[in-house]
Nanobody
Framework: QVRLEESGGGSVETGGSLTLSCAAP????????MGWYRQIPGKEREFVSG??????KTYGDSARGRFAISQPDANTIYLQMNNLNSDDTAMYYC????????????????WGRGTQVTVED
């Protein structure tokens, strides 16, 4: 199991901002898809945003226009979340894999433990 280090969650008022970070171990020359998902109790996990192994950035409908994902190095992603509202309250999970940029690298998929984001009216 890969250890993903998530941080940046917390409580914020409506309209506020938070930045989530996720750090993965150094896989040397192997670059994996990395992304953020969120989940509310009783609902399915929802895709928020991701960076593919080739650097392509993608956003879910809830994030488009308000959130920005960045990747300062192959093992780290940040999610800048702006103009937050109560619908954004959820546990946010970082995911790595399964796609990777080289056939020389092993294929796997793993999740972090999550970081809670709470937006208060």
């Amino acid at each position: 199991q890969v250890r993903l280090e998530e941080s940046g969650g917390g409580s914020v008022e409506t309209g506020g901002s938070l930045t989530l970070s996720c750090a993965a171990p150094d896989f040397k020359h192997c670059k994996y898809d990395m992304g953020w998902y969120r989940q509310i109790p009783g609902k399915e996990r929802e895709f928020v945003s991701g960076v593919d192994y080739d650097g392509t950035k993608t956003y879910g409908d809830s994030a488009r226009g308000r959130f920005a994902i960045s990747q300062p190095d192959a093992n780290t992603i940040y999610l800048q979340m702006n103009n937050l509202n109560s619908d954004d309250t959820a546990m946010y999970y970082c995911k790595i894999g399964p796609r990777v940029g080289s056939r020389l690298c092993r294929t796997f998929e793993d999740w972090g433990r999550g970081t809670q984001v709470t937006v208060e009216d």
